[in-house]
Protein backbone atom coordinates (compact mmCIF):
# COMPACT_ATOMS: atom_id res chain seq x y z
CA UNK A 1 0.00 0.00 0.00
CA UNK A 2 2.56 2.63 0.84
CA UNK A 3 4.45 1.94 -2.53
CA UNK A 4 1.06 2.86 -4.20
CA UNK A 5 0.27 5.98 -2.04
CA UNK A 6 4.22 6.75 -3.12
CA UNK A 7 3.60 6.31 -6.55
CA UNK A 8 0.85 8.89 -6.43
CA UNK A 9 2.67 11.22 -4.84
CA UNK A 10 5.34 10.58 -7.35
CA UNK A 11 3.04 11.26 -9.94
CA UNK A 12 1.28 14.45 -8.40
CA UNK A 13 4.93 16.06 -8.78
CA UNK A 14 5.48 15.28 -11.86
CA UNK A 15 7.62 12.37 -11.74
CA UNK A 16 7.68 9.28 -13.78
CA UNK A 17 5.93 6.87 -10.87
CA UNK A 18 5.91 3.98 -13.50
CA UNK A 19 8.38 2.02 -11.49
CA UNK A 20 7.14 2.41 -7.65
CA UNK A 21 3.56 1.31 -9.34
CA UNK A 22 5.08 -1.59 -10.84
CA UNK A 23 7.00 -2.37 -7.43
CA UNK A 24 3.35 -2.32 -5.75
CA UNK A 25 1.77 -4.37 -8.61
CA UNK A 26 4.07 -7.13 -7.59
CA UNK A 27 3.47 -6.44 -4.23
CA UNK A 28 -0.39 -6.74 -4.25
CA UNK A 29 0.53 -10.16 -6.62
CA UNK A 30 2.57 -11.33 -3.28
CA UNK A 31 -0.54 -10.94 -0.79
CA UNK A 32 -2.72 -12.45 -3.33
CA UNK A 33 -0.81 -15.25 -3.54
CA UNK A 34 -0.25 -15.71 0.40
CA UNK A 35 -3.97 -14.88 1.02
CA UNK A 36 -6.00 -15.70 -2.44
CA UNK A 37 -9.53 -14.64 -0.55
CA UNK A 38 -8.39 -11.17 0.17
CA UNK A 39 -11.19 -8.84 -0.94
CA UNK A 40 -9.08 -6.00 -0.25
CA UNK A 41 -5.71 -6.87 -2.44
CA UNK A 42 -8.32 -6.63 -5.67
CA UNK A 43 -9.10 -3.08 -5.03
CA UNK A 44 -6.45 -1.87 -4.20
CA UNK A 45 -4.26 -3.99 -6.66
CA UNK A 46 -6.82 -2.20 -9.26
CA UNK A 47 -6.01 1.20 -8.04
CA UNK A 48 -2.70 0.71 -8.19
CA UNK A 49 -2.69 -0.53 -12.46
CA UNK A 50 -5.12 2.28 -12.92
CA UNK A 51 -2.73 4.62 -12.22
CA UNK A 52 0.09 2.49 -13.91
CA UNK A 53 -1.79 2.72 -16.68
CA UNK A 54 -2.55 6.44 -15.90
CA UNK A 55 1.61 7.35 -15.70
CA UNK A 56 1.92 4.90 -18.73
CA UNK A 57 -0.18 6.88 -20.65
CA UNK A 58 1.60 10.50 -19.24
CA UNK A 59 4.86 9.01 -19.98
CA UNK A 60 4.43 7.66 -23.50
CA UNK A 61 4.03 4.13 -22.79
CA UNK A 62 0.68 2.06 -23.74
CA UNK A 63 -1.64 2.39 -21.16
CA UNK A 64 -3.73 -0.58 -22.13
CA UNK A 65 -2.25 -3.45 -20.41
CA UNK A 66 -2.27 -1.66 -16.72
CA UNK A 67 -6.20 -0.97 -17.27
CA UNK A 68 -7.28 -4.25 -18.72
CA UNK A 69 -5.67 -5.82 -15.80
CA UNK A 70 -7.08 -3.66 -13.21
CA UNK A 71 -10.86 -4.10 -15.27
CA UNK A 72 -10.31 -7.95 -14.38
CA UNK A 73 -9.26 -6.74 -10.55
CA UNK A 74 -12.61 -4.79 -10.25
CA UNK A 75 -14.06 -7.69 -12.16
CA UNK A 76 -13.62 -9.81 -9.30
CA UNK A 77 -14.12 -8.13 -6.66
CA UNK A 78 -17.71 -6.75 -7.55
CA UNK A 79 -18.10 -11.08 -8.28
CA UNK A 80 -17.41 -11.42 -4.97
CA UNK A 81 -19.00 -7.81 -3.17
CA UNK A 82 -21.45 -6.66 -6.03
CA UNK A 83 -22.54 -3.43 -3.70
CA UNK A 84 -19.13 -2.24 -3.70
CA UNK A 85 -19.77 1.00 -5.20
CA UNK A 86 -16.50 2.79 -5.51
CA UNK A 87 -14.94 -0.44 -7.03
CA UNK A 88 -17.82 -0.13 -9.26
CA UNK A 89 -17.53 2.89 -10.42
CA UNK A 90 -13.42 2.67 -10.90
CA UNK A 91 -14.55 0.26 -13.46
CA UNK A 92 -16.67 2.56 -15.19
CA UNK A 93 -13.84 5.31 -15.54
CA UNK A 94 -11.57 2.34 -16.91
CA UNK A 95 -13.79 0.98 -19.27
CA UNK A 96 -14.79 4.12 -20.54
CA UNK A 97 -11.00 4.87 -21.16
CA UNK A 98 -10.91 1.70 -23.01
CA UNK A 99 -13.95 2.71 -25.50
CA UNK A 100 -16.18 0.49 -23.71
CA UNK A 101 -18.61 2.67 -23.17
CA UNK A 102 -21.60 -0.07 -22.58
CA UNK A 103 -19.78 -1.56 -20.26
CA UNK A 104 -19.30 1.67 -18.47
CA UNK A 105 -22.70 2.66 -18.50
CA UNK A 106 -23.58 -1.19 -17.07
CA UNK A 107 -21.47 -0.65 -14.07
CA UNK A 108 -22.34 2.79 -13.39
CA UNK A 109 -25.73 1.56 -13.23
CA UNK A 110 -24.65 -0.76 -10.58
CA UNK A 111 -22.86 2.06 -8.58
CA UNK A 112 -26.24 3.99 -8.40
CA UNK A 113 -28.18 0.94 -7.18
CA UNK A 114 -25.63 0.68 -4.28
CA UNK A 115 -25.10 3.99 -3.31
CA UNK A 116 -28.09 6.06 -5.10
CA UNK A 117 -27.55 9.13 -3.46
CA UNK A 118 -23.96 9.43 -3.81
CA UNK A 119 -22.51 12.31 -5.48
CA UNK A 120 -19.84 10.81 -7.03
CA UNK A 121 -22.20 8.06 -8.81
CA UNK A 122 -24.64 11.02 -9.76
CA UNK A 123 -21.80 12.94 -11.21
CA UNK A 124 -20.58 9.86 -12.89
CA UNK A 125 -23.79 9.32 -14.28
CA UNK A 126 -24.28 12.83 -15.71
CA UNK A 127 -20.98 12.60 -16.84
CA UNK A 128 -21.49 9.86 -19.45
CA UNK A 129 -24.54 11.06 -20.25
CA UNK A 130 -23.00 14.06 -21.67
CA UNK A 131 -20.84 11.65 -23.67
CA UNK A 132 -23.77 9.93 -24.77
CA UNK A 133 -25.27 12.93 -26.17
CA UNK A 134 -22.00 13.67 -27.62
CA UNK A 135 -21.52 10.72 -29.50
CA UNK A 136 -25.67 11.79 -31.45
CA UNK A 137 -23.49 15.20 -32.69
Known sequence: LARSL???AEQGAGQDPRAT??????????????????LAVFGMCGNALYHLGDAEKAFGGDPAPAWERAVADFRALLARNP???TAALSLSELLERLGRSDEAWAETVRAEAAAPNEP???ERRRQLERARE????
Open 21 to 38: FRAAVADFDEVRRLDPGS
Open 83 to 85: GMW
Open 6 to 8: RGS
Open 120 to 122: KVR
Open 134 to 137: GEGD
